[in-house]
Structure formats: C-alpha cells, structure tokens
C-alpha cells in the first residue's frame, strides 16, 4: 500500500489577473501580499515562488505567514484548485479539502438535501446514504431546521451543520484553512476523529494555540516563500518577533 | 470480466452524478407545485407555440410538424446550455466542485450529466408525442441513439471546456457568446424546414454545424430518414472539435485555474 504524501520541488504558482485601470498603481508595495508583476495582458501576483517542501504519511504540519503570504494558494495547490506554473508537485492519497464554512454546499438547499448530496458526492453507498443523512441530523442538533434552507441559519447554526458534515469526510490528507471552532464538546469530537483518521493534515492558521494542539511541524510563509520550517514553538516564536518587529517599524 | 472490473467504477459514478442531478433539479423547482414536470412542461408550451406560429404548409399535419420541431428543439436546448451554461463552469462552480472530491475534469463531466438529465426528460416527452402523433416513427433507426449519445457527450464537454477557456481568457466573450447563440437559434432548422429551401436558409442547412446534429437526432426517432451523409459530417465536426479541445485542455490546464 502506497503511503500518502505531499512532495513540492521548486514549485512556484501565480495568479493572473486582467489589466484594467492604471496598472502602474498595482506596483505599489504594501506590508502585506505577494509581489505584483505587471504583464502585457495580465498582473501576476507571485503567490508562491520556488517553495520546496515534503510532507510524509502521519506528519501533521501547520502553516503560519501574514495576509497574503501564500498560505491559502499552497493549500489549495494541494486541493487541486490551483496549478503551478514551474517546479513539481507531487500528491499521493486522496485531498479532502476543508478551505471555509459553506464551501461545498449550497445555501439555497436545506440540511436534509445537502447532506444527502454530501453523501452522494463522497461515494456513500445509496443503501445508507438515510442512515447518514439522520446522523448528521442528530450530530448537527438543528431539530427542523435541519429542513430549513441553510441561508435561514445562523453563524452558529450554519457551522454546526458543516461540523456534523464532517464524518463523511474520507480523505488521507485533510486540508483546513483557519481552524473552525467548534461549537460544542460532541462537535469537538468530531473535529478530533477526523484529524487523528487523516494519514496527513495540512492546517494553515493564526493561532498559536491552535497550532500547538494540532500540528507538530510548522511552516512560516513570507510573500510566497518559505521563511522557517520546524517545531512549532521554534517557528511561532521567530514569526512572532517578526511581527513586532514590523509593528514597531511601522509606528516610527 | 476484467472489462466489467473497469468499468463498474465508472458506472457507478455517472449514476450517482445523474442522482445528483435529478436532486439538485429537484430543488431548483422546489417552490413550485409541479416541481420537476416544469422541465418537460417548458419544453412541450415552447415547441407548441413554435409549432403553431412557424406552422409553414397547410400540406404538413400539425401533429407532425409539432414532432419535427420538439425533436429538433429538446437537441437544441442541449447545445445551448452546452455553449451558454458553460462561460462560468470553472469560475463559479470549481470551489464547490474540489469540496466535494471532483476534479476539474470530473466538474466538466458533472455539468455534462446535468444536461443529459435535462435531455432525458425532454426526450421522454419526444416519445410521449411521437407516440400519439407518430407511431410508425419507431424503428430500428432508435438503435442508433447508441451512436448519437456518445456523439454528443463527446462534443458538449469539448464545446463546454472551449468555450469556458475563451471566456475565462476574454471575459467580454461571456456576452458576445450568449447573444450569438440565441441568433444561432433562429439560423438553425430548429422550426424551419430545410428540405427544398434556397438561399440563406440553404446556406444555414449547410454550413451550420447545428444543423447536422438537429438532423441525427430527427433520424434517431425516425421523424426524418437516415442519411449516412449527415452521420459522416456530424462525426468529422465532433472529431475535430474533441481533438482542438483536447490540445487546447492539455495546453492550458496549468494555467486555467489561476486565471481571476
């Protein structure tokens, strides 16, 4: 049996957007975001450049950086939303991206059918797609609501149900984008099984403590390269004096 | 048995896109009284009006006139949800799409299915009319739905990715594509007869790609007879448009998603 990893050599990936206005402005360097090229049709921002990383079968890594510093787009590079444009990219296991709260269902929908769709897209076999769809009903707690559309719920509401979702969730590699707290001690569990059930997590967050209680490895990103990698504590620490650093600077 | 090994997994997953889709269609119509039933409905108050309106020749019974023309439309509606419903896909609908475990090729093949959910209850309601109107239409000639039905998979998907890549490139596109497609309605046999015509409307039979598959579909149900001619031209029309979308796939696949 293969072993799930995620192998990344020089990879470098970029967006492009089209010119519009006075593209010169886009130039300007801010204190966050990645560099902005500007091309004959396009802007390229450079949202990864020659990142080279290997995450193996049972590490569980996290991923810290300021707004912009290419966190998201090399989690979604993971997904499969993204593509690079140089360098090699390597995934084994099947990628179950968690990006935010209602990404992958359809708000116009009630509970009861995204569930149930839910389990048709994750390949739950029709003879228990109701005995799944009546579990997610019992974890969410929503009562009738569950048969209300989700745009009629609640913040709270909306991420107990996306929380109670999680079970059907059978990737090797999790991928979460900011961590969703959860809502209560029965949801919490389910957050615990699916990350102790996934052979790699991928978890890109601005909470130490989060951090600490979930990873073991920690990558600092810097406007699309990687700054540090190493234990947790090692890593937040030299981000954090970083971070006053900047702070400090940009008082003067 | 090895092939059925192969297969199965394939299978198994068109039917539970086409189970998606017939619940998310479900839902699109789930404040109405009819629900679902608006899809044919639609489709048979359309052709009937067009029917009636276009009627040309007191010679043609209405009924066959009426089948001539829903054969021809319920295809039409096909190809242009294939062209008009596919300058978004991967803009709008890739998110969700990677949520749920589908790649951005398998989107492409789901938005596909949605169709032939939509083609498949139009066409029940073809049988329905060509058994009231037109019986003696059945024949083995259905048996070359077999042909017909990869044809057109095969050519919607390639048509869909071309056309989500121009306007994803040339966003201004979206615009121009969707208004060229209601003026390709009216420049296809879709209501209008082409036997015996002249002039513009013998150079739209003619040169109009839309014309040959209007036609394959006709003679699948027998409301036309079968000419290997068309078959051939509609072949050659879908093998170059796979072979240009599939270049065009390879060529842009790494760059496509990244476009904003």
Known sequence: ?252 | MNFWRWLRPYLSLLIRFFHISFIEAQSEHQSTKLGILWIPLSTLIFTALLALVFKHSDAVPVGDFFVYVLSGYILWLFIQDSISGSTTVIQSRLDFAIHNNISMLGLFLKVLVDRLFELGINTVLLVVALALFSPHSFGPNLLLALVLLPLISLTSISLAYLVNLVTIMFPDMGAVIRTGVRFVFFASPVFWVYDGVTGVRHLLATYNPVSYYLAINRQVFGVEPVMLRTWLTAMVISAALVAISALTFARTKSIVTNIK
């Open chain 1, 1 to 252: 049996m293969t072993k799930a990893k995620i192998e990344l050599t020089n990879v470098s990936v970029s967006y492009f957007l089209k010119k519009s206005g006075n593209s010169q402005k886009a130039l300007e360097k801010g204190s966050v975001g990645a560099q902005i090229l500007v091309g004959k049709r396009y802007l390229e921002v450079a949202a990864l450049k020659n990142v080279s990383l290997t995450i193996n079968e049972g590490e569980r890594v996290g991923l810290v950086g300021i707004n912009g510093s290419g966190k998201t787009t090399l989690l979604k590079l993971c997904a499969g939303a993204l593509s690079v444009q140089s360098g090699k990219l390597e995934i084994v296991g099947n990628v179950s991206p968690q990006f935010s709260l209602g990404s992958g269902i359809k708000s116009t929908l009630s509970g009861r059918q995204n569930a149930r769709l839910k389990c048709l897209y994750m390949g739950v076999p029709q003879s228990r797609i109701l005995d799944y769809v009546e579990e997610v009903k019992r974890l969410s707690g929503l009562g009738g609501y569950f048969e209300l559309p989700i745009q009629s719920y609640s913040a709270g509401m909306k991420s107990r149900f996306v929380m109670s979702l999680l079970p059907l969730v059978r990737g090797e590699i999790l991928i979460m984008d900011e961590w969703i707290n959860a809502t209560d001690t029965a949801v919490d569990s389910i957050q615990q099984r699916l990350i102790s059930k996934a052979k790699i997590l991928l978890l890109a967050s601005h909470s130490r403590a989060v951090l600490e209680t979930w990873v073991e490895r920690l990558i600092w990103l810097d406007r699309g390269e990687l700054r540090a990698v190493g234990p947790v504590s090692e890593v937040y620490d030299a981000y954090h004096e970083y971070m006053l650093a900047n702070k400090a600077a940009a008082k003067k």
